[in-house]
Every structure is written in structure tokens, then in C-alpha cells.
């Protein structure tokens, strides 16, 4: 099981883009990346999820280099509806894999 | 997308009652839910996987017969906390696969329990 190392705080302005590295030096060959959002008393939400180079959709972009050791999740022009924590999840969706959470980063966005 | 639904979104309870919570699959059938709690300020942690039709497992450290899964059908999973404590105040969440997507995994609203 692929581990992940994420920034275990970030803060930012709104209108900024931020840019959340997830590091998975371990990640296998079949393993896709996914991000999650969570607000406080919430449940994780499903942002993105990725297997190679880049993928965008109507909220954030996802940019996995070609080693794919690490993943960047970048949300672009934040708000302070984006303060949340973002957790990066590796592995083979479906199967016998289950959804293992680190420790997640923390985005807090100042007006 | 696919949705799961779980109640009761908050429930209070006194020690030693018991408390269920469900999670219903809405719009596909989920084999297997994922139950995970959630402490203050840290991540979520895996309690147990169930799987419709046969036992739940369990993680390590986790009580099975304080924490009774039961998994009858193909759309509900439901978690009942025996003899709760204050300790198991926590936040509960329930997750399944979704194979519809291809993304993977939806997760529950979430429950906030509270043991006093």
C-alpha cells in the first residue's frame, strides 16, 4: 500500500492559486491518485483523480509527473469556501483496495 | 454520481445506550462499506470493511462486539455502537465503492456522536 506525505498545513488569499503536493515514492504500477476535500463535520468529497500527466476538470487540476512519485492538486483562484483539508489517496480503485487516509493538509484561505 | 446516505447526521446518546447508524446506498449497490471514525483534528481511521451477506472484518484494536456491522443487503450497511462511553464519542463515516465511475469511492455525511 502506497504511502502518502502531504503538507500538514497551508494557508493562502483568496483569488490565489495554491498548489498541494502529495509525495507516494512507493506508488505501484496499477495505483491511480485521488484527492479528497473534507469540510469540518463532513464527509470527503471526490475532486480529482488521476494516473499520468495531467488531468483538469470544471474545479481543479491534478499534475503527476512521469515517475509519478508525487502529485501536485492545484486549485486555481481560491475562495474561503476552499478552506478545507485535501487528502491524497493512492491505489487501485476497486479490488480488495481500501481507502487509507494520511494525515491530509489543512488549506485555510484569509479573505 | 453515486450517492451515499447516512443516518442520523448527529445523534446524543447517555453511557451504556446504544446507537445504530445507516448507510444506504442510493443509486447503486454497494457489496462492500467501508466504517471509519473521526477524532478532532485528525484523519479518518478505519474501523471495518463490510461485506453484504457475511461477517465484517475488523482493524486491529477495533471491538467487534461493541462495534456490530450488519451488511443484510446490497444497499444498507448499518454500525451500532453498544454500551457507548464517552470515549466513543467521535465522528463516523461510511464509505463504498463505486464501480460506476471509475473514481473510486463515496463517502457518507457522516455521523456526530455524542456519549455524555
Known amino acids: 500500500l502506497a504511502k502518502t506525505t502531504q503538507p500538514i498545513s497551508m494557508d493562502s488569499y483568496e483569488g490565489q492559486e495554491v498548489n498541494i503536493t502529495c509525495s507516494h515514492n512507493?506508488?505501484?504500477?496499477?495505483?491511480?491518485i485521488t484527492w479528497y476535500q473534507q469540510f469540518p463535520s463532513q464527509g470527503p468529497r471526490f475532486i480529482i483523480q488521476?494516473?499520468?500527466t495531467k488531468v483538469t476538470n470544471e474545479v481543479a487540476s491534478l499534475f503527476i509527473p512521469a515517475d509519478r512519485k508525487s502529485s501536485t492538486l492545484s486549485l486555481p483562484r481560491v475562495s474561503l469556501s476552499d478552506t478545507a483539508v485535501y487528502y491524497c489517496l493512492v491505489g487501485s480503485p476497486g479490488g480488495s483496495y481500501i481507502p487509507t487516509f494520511g494525515r491530509g493538509t489543512s488549506l485555510i484561505v484569509h479573505p | 454520481g453515486a450517492v451515499v446516505s447516512q443516518h442520523p447526521s448527529w445523534v446524543i446518546c447517555k453511557s451504556g445506550t446504544s446507537v445504530k447508524i445507516e448507510c444506504r446506498s442510493l443509486?447503486?449497490?454497494?457489496?462492500?462499506m467501508f466504517w471509519y471514525r473521526q477524532f478532532p483534528k485528525q484523519s479518518l481511521m478505519l474501523m471495518a470493511t463490510s461485506n453484504e451477506g457475511s461477517k465484517a472484518t475488523y482493524e486491529q484494536g477495533v471491538e467487534k462486539d461493541k462495534f456490530l456491522i450488519n451488511h443484510a443487503s446490497l444497499t444498507l450497511s448499518t454500525l451500532t455502537v453498544t454500551s457507548a462511553h464517552p470515549e466513543d464519542s467521535s465522528f463516523y463515516i461510511c464509505s463504498a465503492p463505486d464501480s460506476r465511475t471509475g473514481y473510486g469511492y463515496t463517502f457518507g455525511s457522516g455521523t456526530r456522536l455524542t456519549v455524555v
Open positions: 443509486d447503486f449497490q454497494a457489496t462492500t
Open positions: 512507493n506508488i505501484a504500477t496499477n495505483d491511480y
Open positions: 488521476g494516473y499520468k
